[in-house]
């Protein structure tokens, strides 16, 4: 059984396509459901598993095997009814992260109280950058500063605890620059090389995008 994660993405509009492309282009096993069959049928070449479905309907949120999805991105911001429906089934189907995108503040804190873990706002996310946030296990968050170069909070590794960046020499190893640390919310850039990390840390740190990957 493959240990990567699975992902769906419901609604296939310019953003839940951006989500889904870039998650397909990192090697994820991704699931994308419009209730359109013209946008299914556009995007299967590019989406391997690309289905005609509504995801307002019980029994084909059973059919389409959502309970054993990590994440589902549902992407049907301009239908409020349909958002809350279907973050409503994917709880109650097991999923365990559930990232709802909102229109408005209002809709944000509906979806919320229905039981989605994130929501967000597409217009301060990118769909690319949330694909990618979600495929960067260990990565908090994902800046672009090029094509080539990226920032990333990274959370201190559980064999990191108890030992200070000389001893790790992450730089040689990883090719990873570290800029600042962060503890109990502050972000400390005179950085102490022989102090120790705890697992309650983060590192923010910039690296060439590929040798991100790498080190994923």
């Known amino acids: 059984m493959s240990s990567k994660k699975t992902y769906a993405v419901f609604?296939?509009?310019?953003?839940?396509r951006s989500v889904a492309m870039e998650l397909c282009s990192n090697g994820a096993e991704v699931l994308a459901v419009d209730i359109n069959?013209?946008?299914?049928?556009n995007f299967a070449s590019v989406i391997p598993y690309c289905k005609c479905a509504d995801v307002t309907d019980p029994e084909t949120i059973r059919h389409l095997g959502i309970s054993n999805m990590d994440v589902v991105v549902i992407s049907m911001a301009t239908n409020l009814e349909a958002s809350v429906m279907a973050?409503?089934?994917?709880?109650?189907?097991?999923?365990?992260?559930?990232?709802?995108?909102?229109?408005?503040?209002?809709?944000?804190?509906?979806?919320?109280k229905v039981?989605?873990?994130?929501?967000?706002f597409p217009e301060s996310e990118s769909g690319i950058r949330l694909a990618k946030n979600l495929v960067s296990s260990g990565f908090v968050d994902i800046l672009d500063i090029s094509n080539d170069v990226s920032m990333v909070e990274l959370e201190v590794r559980p064999e990191w605890d108890n030992k200070n960046l000389l001893e790790l020499n992450l730089r040689k190893k990883y090719s990873i620059n570290i800029v600042a640390i962060i503890e109990?919310?502050?972000?400390i850039v005179n950085i102490d090389p022989e102090k120790p990390l705890?697992?309650?840390?983060?590192?923010?740190?910039?690296?060439?995008?590929?040798?991100?990957?790498k080190f994923r």
Not at 37 to 41: D, G, H, I, L, Q
Not at 87 to 108: D, P
Not at 184 to 187: A, I, M, S, T, Y
């Open 11 to 16: 609604g296939l509009g310019r953003y839940g």
């Open 198 to 213: 705890r697992k309650n840390m983060s590192l923010i740190v910039i690296a060439d995008t590929a040798k991100l990957k």
């Open 87 to 112: 973050t409503m089934l994917c709880k109650e189907a097991g999923v365990k992260t559930v990232i709802a995108k909102c229109s408005s503040e209002m809709n944000c804190k509906i979806l919320e």
């Open 37 to 41: 069959e013209e946008k299914v049928n």
């Open 115 to 120: 039981g989605a873990d994130r929501v967000i």
């Open 184 to 187: 109990n919310e502050k972000v």
